[in-house]
């Protein structure tokens, strides 16, 4: 069993940055890509980057060139940082991999970005 455990989150003014972390451990399927997620009330859960275990990256376009996904293997653990954010960035984030494991979902971290 996968475990996914996220942190990072908080509250942030406008343009201002944050670093989440998701730290993965049990049994880990070393070549699958992982992501993160975003979900708020109004919207279905999203994927806003992924980032493959070769390096690859990807972002949805409402977070290109703010937000960069990275990752150390040897920790098991996959970052987010995230520039520059905007109010409507305010959501809780999630890690899993790409495509997502149904039972691999955590508790998420809030992230809230005030204006």
């Known amino acids: 069993q996968v475990q996914l455990v996220e942190s990072g989150g908080g509250l942030v003014q406008a343009g201002g940055s944050l670093r989440l972390s998701c730290a993965a451990s049990?049994?880990?399927?070393?070549?699958?890509?992982m992501g993160w997620y975003r979900r708020t009330p109004e919207k279905q859960r999203e994927l806003v980057a992924s980032?493959?275990?070769?390096?690859?990256?990807n972002y949805a376009d409402s977070v290109k060139g703010r937000f960069t996904i990275s990752g150390d293997n040897s920790k098991n653990t996959t970052y987010l940082e995230m520039n520059s954010l905007k109010p409507e960035d305010t959501a809780v984030y999630y890690c899993?991999?790409?495509?997502?494991?149904?039972?691999?979902w955590g508790r998420g971290t809030q992230v809230t970005v005030s204006s």
């Open positions: 899993n991999y790409v495509p997502p494991g149904a039972d691999y």
């Open positions: 049990g049994v880990i399927f070393s070549s699958r890509a």
């Open positions: 980032i493959t275990r070769r390096g690859s990256t």
